[in-house]
T-cell receptor, first 113, second 114 residues
Framework: DSGVTQTPKHLITATGQRVTLRCSPR?????VYWYQQSLDQGLQFLIQ???????AKGNILERFSAQQFPDLHSELNLSSLELGDSALYFC????????????FGSGTRLTVV | GENVEQHPSTLSVQEGDSAVIKCTYS??????FPWYKQELGKGPQLIID?????GEKKDQRIAVTLNKTAKHFSLHITETQPEDSAVYFC?????????????FGKGTKLSVKP
């Protein structure tokens, strides 16, 4: 157990639908990062939150949004889903300072049919 | 922005041999270079990392080297074992304060044959 909890582990949904992925960071970590992993694109950075505020944005589609709540858990919302959104979505958390490292959760596998 | 290239994409070695995976990065401001191991069905797991003020770091059978001038870093695994079989990712980041998203290479699938 890495200390980063992601739910659900698997999600199957239809095109056009909306889903919410949840992440609880490791205790004490203020930063949460979301990554998308697909076979041909590797690990793509989507977005980072730090203590409730958005801090960095990567290749995140406008159909996707995220937020971090006061208890530091984060949710990634994916809407108007397309077949190409099928992927593994990982959450990672980190503390402050170079020695903290990034800890990944076990991911949510999203399948859009 | 930062771009990380990783080679090779696949690597097959005999048990006991050494394996080397190489990465290059584009942003000279990057100062943190971790390596992750991802086993099937699991999230990436940090195995070793190096900061830009260090040229080499070793942890048992795993070592990482960094050449800041050439902007490349490498992972070395010695005396490979079947359990080393996995996908390995390098990453680079400008690490400091509250920012520092990792930019990953595309991964190397390592197969260690018994």
């Amino acid at each position: 157990d890495s200390g980063v909890t992601q739910t659900p582990k698997h999600l199957i949904t239809a095109t056009g639908q909306r889903v919410t992925l949840r992440c609880s960071p490791r205790s004490g970590d203020l930063s949460v990062y979301w990554y998308q992993q697909s076979l041909d694109q590797g690990l793509q950075f989507l977005i980072q939150y730090y203590n409730g505020e958005e801090r960095a944005k990567g290749n995140i589609l406008e159909r996707f949004s995220a937020q971090q709540f006061p208890d530091l858990h984060s949710e990634l919302n994916l809407s108007s889903l397309e077949l190409g959104d099928s992927a593994l979505y990982f959450c990672a958390s980190s503390g402050e300072g170079v020695g903290s490292g990034y800890t990944f959760g076990s991911g949510t596998r999203l399948t859009v049919v | 922005g930062e771009n990380v290239e990783q080679h090779p994409s696949t690597l097959s070695v005999q048990e006991g041999d050494s394996a080397v995976i190489k990465c290059t990065y584009s942003d000279s401001a990057s100062n943190y270079f971790p390596w992750y191991k991802q086993e099937l069905g699991k999230g990436p797991q940090l195995i070793i990392d190096i900061r830009s003020n260090v040229g080499e770091k070793k942890d048992q059978r795993i070592a990482v080297t960094l050449n800041k001038t050439a902007k490349h870093f490498s992972l070395h695994i010695t005396e490979t074992q079947p359990e080393d079989s996995a996908v390995y990712f390098c990453a680079a980041s400008i690490y400091g304060g509250s920012q520092g998203n990792l930019i990953f290479g595309k991964g190397t699938k390592l197969s260690v044959k018994p």
